[in-house]
């Protein structure tokens, strides 16, 4: 039994939920000198305190041992793969088809850091510069797809880098897709033609009419002897909860909890992407242990 030090370590039930989703080991080269276990529990420790690789506290196995696993996973796929068996049994243990049949698409524009690296771009929407996250979420809220590339990218053009890799090949059930206003026209038609999904586009209300302008038509109103309640007319203010688009953006909300992600900090995008799989892993096994 193996003692948890940060409250980020993998409790012994958390490591019998992951440890089947593990490569074995390779039955050639030298044996291991720390176990994976170990190894997990540093990556999460960098991606929840947001730390440097190199800033590991000595508890950890050394941050280029740490580093060299987390980069052979990212890689590999191991991940993406592991994100994936994980949300299959979550989804199975609340009663629902481990492959899901609809999902929603947003993104987030994420602030670069002056590390440097590759595709990073403005994004003149949000006014941020830097790289977008691309997530396709199912019903739930799992991520079941994570894109990163440059802000510069419309959505329209993004929802083609995020589906068109496997798509249909791992998620053989998708069929319907909710997105938001920015992906009309060529992104919502590109993903009818191309991958034979019906997408719908969820709209916000119209923007309200003015407050002097409703004032005008009420003094009219009585004028002509016609009864008008200000209340009714005055237009909502506050938070408007849109149908499946909230989904998304609590995903958003969950990774982003993590410090290495309040801020795009890595070099390749396929990092970037790694993270966001490590990052929903860590809360899928913690979910599967407490159910």
């Given at each position: 039994?193996?003692?948890?030090?940060y409250?980020?370590?993998?409790?012994?039930?958390?490591?019998?939920?992951?440890?089947?989703h593990?490569?074995?080991?390779?039955?050639?080269?030298?044996?291991?000198?720390?176990?994976?276990?170990?190894?997990?529990?540093?990556?999460?420790?960098?991606?929840?305190s947001?730390?440097?690789?190199?800033?590991?506290?000595?508890?950890?196995?050394?941050?280029?041992?740490?580093?060299?696993?987390?980069?052979?996973?990212?890689i590999?796929?191991?991940?993406?793969?592991?994100?994936?068996?994980?949300?299959?049994?979550?989804?199975?243990?609340?009663?629902?088809?481990?492959?899901?049949?609809?999902?929603?698409?947003?993104s987030?524009?994420a602030?670069?850091?002056?590390?440097?690296?590759?595709?990073?771009?403005?994004?003149?929407g949000?006014k941020?510069?830097?790289?977008?996250?691309?997530?396709?979420?199912?019903?739930?809220?799992?991520?079941?797809?994570?894109?990163?590339?440059?802000?510069?990218?419309?959505d329209q053009?993004?929802?083609?880098l995020?589906?068109?890799?496997?798509?249909?090949?791992?998620?053989?059930?998708?069929s319907?897709?909710?997105?938001?206003?920015?992906?009309?026209?060529?992104?919502?038609e590109?993903?009818?033609?191309a991958?034979?999904?019906?997408?719908?586009?969820?709209?916000?209300?119209?923007?309200?009419?003015p407050?002097?302008?409703?004032?005008?038509?009420?003094?009219e109103?009585?004028?002509?002897?016609?009864?008008?309640?200000?209340?009714?007319?005055?237009?909502?203010?506050?938070f408007?909860?849109?149908?499946?688009?909230?989904?998304?953006?609590?995903?958003?909300?969950?990774?982003?909890?993590?410090?290495?992600?309040?801020?795009?900090?890595e070099?390749?995008?396929?990092?970037?992407?790694?993270?966001?799989?490590?990052?929903?892993?860590?809360?899928?096994?913690?979910?599967?242990?407490?159910?």
């Amino acid at each position: 039994m193996e003692s948890r030090r940060y409250p980020t370590d993998l409790s012994d039930d958390e490591w019998r939920c992951i440890s089947p989703h593990l490569p074995g080991p390779a039955g050639r080269g030298r044996p291991r000198l720390h176990g994976l276990r170990a190894i997990l529990n540093a990556v999460f420790y960098v991606l929840k305190s947001g730390c440097p690789w190199r800033l590991l506290p000595k508890d950890f196995p050394p941050w280029k041992t740490v580093y060299d696993w987390f980069r052979k996973w990212r890689i590999d796929g191991t991940w993406e793969y592991l994100n994936a068996g994980l949300r299959e049994r979550l989804r199975s243990r609340v009663g629902r088809d481990p492959s899901p049949s609809a999902g929603i698409v947003d993104s987030q524009s994420a602030k670069t850091t002056g590390v440097g690296g590759e595709q990073r771009g403005y994004d003149g929407g949000k006014k941020v510069r830097g790289r977008k996250r691309h997530l396709l979420v199912d019903t739930e809220g799992l991520v079941l797809k994570a894109k990163v590339h440059s802000a510069k990218v419309p959505d329209q053009d993004g929802i083609g880098l995020l589906l068109l890799e496997h798509a249909r090949d791992r998620l053989p059930r998708l069929s319907h897709l909710w997105v938001d206003a920015g992906y009309r026209g060529r992104g919502k038609e590109w993903a009818e033609r191309a991958l034979g999904l019906s997408v719908e586009v969820v709209h916000r209300s119209p923007k309200p009419t003015p407050e002097k302008v409703l004032f005008a038509w009420a003094r009219e109103w009585h004028k002509e002897g016609r009864s008008v309640d200000l209340d009714e007319l005055m237009p909502r203010r506050g938070f408007e909860l849109l149908p499946r688009r909230w989904v998304v953006e609590r995903t958003f909300a969950w990774i982003c909890h993590n410090r290495r992600m309040s801020k795009d900090y890595e070099r390749l995008c396929a990092t970037g992407e790694a993270f966001v799989y490590a990052a929903m892993t860590r809360l899928m096994v913690r979910r599967l242990v407490r159910a």
